[in-house]
């Protein structure tokens, strides 16, 4: 069984910085693809970034040239530096991988952003 667990959440001040952290049961370099997702009560699970198995990289809009998704083989971990957040960014972020077609979820870390 695959597993993914979560790491970083908390809450900061808008302007502030944070780091999630994902860490897999296996071997990473397994994955078709990796991400962050975020999801506020009421609304859709929404992308933030994705990181593929040849390191391509995307990013919603809304955090481009914020936020940086990055992974180490080494540590079948995958990372999301987060800085100069604002109150919208709050939400569960959730961590997800495709491992050989089938989707797996982490299960989520609360971001709370203050003014």
């Known amino acids: 069984q695959v597993r993914l667990v979560e790491f970083g959440g908390g809450e900061v001040q808008a302007g502030g910085s944070l780091r999630l952290s994902c860490a897999a049961s296996?071997?990473?370099?397994?994955?078709?693809?990796m991400g962050w997702y975020r999801q506020t009560p009421g609304k859709q699970r929404d992308l933030v970034a994705g990181?593929?198995?040849?390191?391509?990289?995307n990013y919603a809009d809304s955090v481009k040239g914020r936020f940086t998704i990055s992974r180490d083989n080494a540590k079948n971990t995958v990372y999301l530096q987060m800085n100069s957040l604002k109150r919208e960014d709050t939400a569960v972020y959730y961590c997800y991988a495709n491992y050989f077609g089938i989707d797996i979820w982490g299960q989520g870390t609360q971001v709370t952003v203050s003014s």
């Open positions: 296996r071997n990473i370099v397994d994955f078709n693809a």
């Open positions: 990181i593929t198995s040849d390191v391509n990289t």
